[in-house]
């Protein structure tokens, strides 16, 4: 069992849907957890972190986090075709001496104009 | 942009060879890590260098090695290349080594074809 689980998809919803995604993790060591998007064949851009369990907004995007349930989730709302990217979370944990990132495999997401 | 800048963008090698990587982190940041992507396998994590020493390791094959220079540049040095190191591979940087959420901001990749 790998230690964070992420949807693949692909998902696709028309524009201006709700969109959801989700993570779930099985290491309570983790303490951050981030969300970023990645453009086909770019790098990956940070689009939010949150340390705490509850809700963090930023715009169109509301990154949720339940350490209760190990789940979080990233909900993007009146989503764009510009949207349209690979969707990774990220979990960030102390190893040994420096702090270490730990992704999903990412959730492909499409929005039709 | 992110700040992070990769060099080359592409890279078209055969079996067999060697090839360097390199990364310019973000002004200011200590911490460089090293990422492989590719289709099946999502981001794994290689190695992280902070202000010039190794500080932890992930799934590196030991064909691949990695060093931090005093100006804080970074180069991934990959050798006797196999087909299945074909893949992008990142470079991110971050500010510190413990401090915080210790974002990482990520490079725009090096693509590599081994033939």
């Known amino acids: 069992q790998k230690e964070v689980e992420q949807d693949p998809g692909p998902l696709s919803v028309p524009e201006g849907a709700i969109v959801s995604l989700n993570c779930t993790y099985s290491?309570?060591?983790?303490?951050?957890f981030m969300w970023y998007r990645q453009y086909s064949r770019k790098g990956p851009e940070l689009l939010m972190y949150?340390?705490?369990?509850g809700n963090k907004e930023d715009g169109r995007f509301t990154a949720q986090v339940d350490k209760s349930s190990k789940y979080i989730s990233l909900f993007i709302r009146d989503s764009q075709p510009s949207d349209s990217a690979t969707y990774l979370c990220?979990?960030?944990?102390?190893?040994?001496?420096?702090?270490?990132?730990?992704f999903g495999s990412g959730t492909q997401l499409t929005v039709l104009p | 942009d992110s700040g992070v800048t990769q060099t080359p963008k592409h890279l078209i090698t055969a079996t067999g060879q060697r090839v360097t990587l390199r990364c310019s982190p973000r002004?200011?940041?200590?911490?460089v890590y090293w990422y492989q992507q590719s289709l099946d396998q999502g981001l794994q994590f290689l190695i992280h260098?902070?202000?010039?020493?190794?500080?932890a390791k992930g799934n590196i094959l030991e064909r691949f090695s990695a060093q931090q220079f005093p100006d804080l540049h970074s180069e991934l040095n990959l050798s006797s290349l196999e087909l299945g190191d074909s893949a992008l591979y990142f470079c991110?940087?971050?500010?510190?080594?413990?401090?915080?959420?210790?974002?990482?901001?990520f490079g725009p990749g090096t693509r590599l074809t081994v033939l």
């Open positions: 991110a940087s971050s500010v510190g080594r413990l401090a915080g959420s210790n974002t990482q901001y």
């Open positions: 290491n309570s060591a983790f303490q951050y």
């Open positions: 949150t340390y705490s369990s």
């Open positions: 990220a979990m960030s944990w102390i190893s040994g001496s420096a702090r270490q990132l730990t």
């Open positions: 002004s200011g940041d200590l911490s």
């Open positions: 260098y902070y202000n010039g020493e190794e500080r």
